[in-house]
């Protein structure tokens, strides 16, 4: 064997070494007490927050180089953009009032405002529910004047109230990477003698009745009637949705396709109750939290949570069935220790190749992970 064909032959060997390891699957805790909430687009930076105050947080932000490392905020709501250049969560102001802010580094936050000075539960004036690809738009909730919850977008010339189509409460739970589409719910009105206050569907345990916000255009309901629960996710270019409350069972998440008006119900992870059949079980229910760039690959948590039959993560496949993520992951080679449940699937790279999420760890303490496909 020549000298160069025995270098071209070791460099052939580390390329194929180099790709092995490339591609070997891993699960990383990323310390007790952490729970998982965003990921940017790529899987390479993770936000949650840590639940040690009654409004939450303090956030952190997780890369593989630096590990978890916490950035302030009182606030459950720790987002991330897509290109991972944006964060958002709460500040407090010197008498305490929260407000939704961007992350600046450290543990610094800037406020982006209210629609109004009124104060909701746990001292709150808005509250940050995600944010658009390069961070330029952010939705959420804040508060009218009359103490009315309003959905909000904000973008560098301040924050706007997107209304409402009985003119009571909504909330923005999603933006669409590109911006164009905001989707959340707006509250069925139910009169009564003291004045509006939240109706229920036919059927239904929730109020909510999914909304979108297309850029330019008015908002529109999911359904005609109201019957499509709330927006929960959505993909890139806001052309698929998902959300909690399928119209034809309430207790269901669903995925709405823009091109064919098709709304699935994606199912439940259904578990025995001896004391609740599934006919009645409220562990009958699930709630999808993020999905692949194409809308092809959904995460989520189902069940209540109550005692004895906690959450579990679920995955979502177009053309397959709803499946616990736990299962899923072993099955995919990810080295999930045996001792953990996981209980809620938070976030997914744009590729469905990380998925970042909560278990319960062999300590029965919850903790966030991070879970790298091959």
Request: aromatic content about 10%; proline content about 6%.
């Amino acid at each position: 064997m020549t000298r160069a064909n025995h270098w071209i032959r070791l460099a052939a060997l580390a390329a194929a070494t180099v790709g092995s390891v490339a591609a070997q699957a891993t699960f990383t805790p990323l310390g007790p007490g952490t729970y998982a909430w965003s990921m940017s687009g790529d899987g390479s930076i993770v936000v949650g927050f840590l639940n040690e105050t009654p409004t939450g947080g303090p956030c952190f932000r997780w890369t593989a180089a630096a590990g978890t490392v916490t950035i302030g905020s009182p606030s459950w709501q720790c987002s991330i953009s897509h290109d991972g250049t944006t964060i958002v969560g709460s500040t407090a102001d010197s008498g305490g009032l929260i407000t939704a802010a961007i992350w600046q580094g450290g543990t610094n936050w800037r406020s982006i405002g209210s629609l109004s000075d009124f104060v909701a539960s746990y001292g709150k004036k808005s509250e940050p529910h995600g944010l658009s690809g390069d961070g330029s738009v952010i939705v959420g909730i804040s508060w009218l004047a009359d103490g009315t919850a309003r959905a909000f977008r904000w973008d560098q010339n301040g924050m706007r109230d997107l209304g409402s189509l009985q003119n009571f409460q909504t909330r923005a739970d999603a933006i669409s990477a590109n911006g164009n589409v905001i989707g959340g719910y707006d509250a069925l009105v139910k009169q009564t003698a003291d004045g509006p206050t939240a109706g229920e569907l036919p059927g239904a345990r929730s109020y909510w009745m999914g909304a979108l916000w297309p850029s330019g255009q008015p908002e529109g309901l999911m359904h005609p009637f109201g019957w499509t629960g709330r927006v929960t996710a959505l993909n890139t270019v806001g052309s698929v949705a998902a959300g909690f409350g399928h119209p034809m069972n309430q207790s269901h998440p669903y995925r709405y396709t823009a091109w064919d008006g098709k709304v699935e119900d994606l199912g439940t992870l259904v578990r025995w109750n001896p004391n609740n059949p599934p006919a009645d079980n409220l562990e009958d229910t699930a709630t999808p939290n993020a999905m692949t760039d194409d809308g092809s690959v959904i995460v989520g948590n189902s069940g209540f949570g109550s005692p004895g039959f906690p959450q579990e993560g679920f995955i979502w496949m177009d053309g397959g069935k709803i499946q616990r993520l736990k299962d899923y992951l072993i099955g995919q080679g990810v080295p999930v220790p045996a001792d953990w449940q996981i209980v809620n699937g938070a976030a997914i790279s744009g590729d469905g190749k990380v998925i970042a999420g909560t278990g319960l760890n062999s300590q029965g303490r919850a903790e966030a992970f991070v879970a790298k496909l091959p």
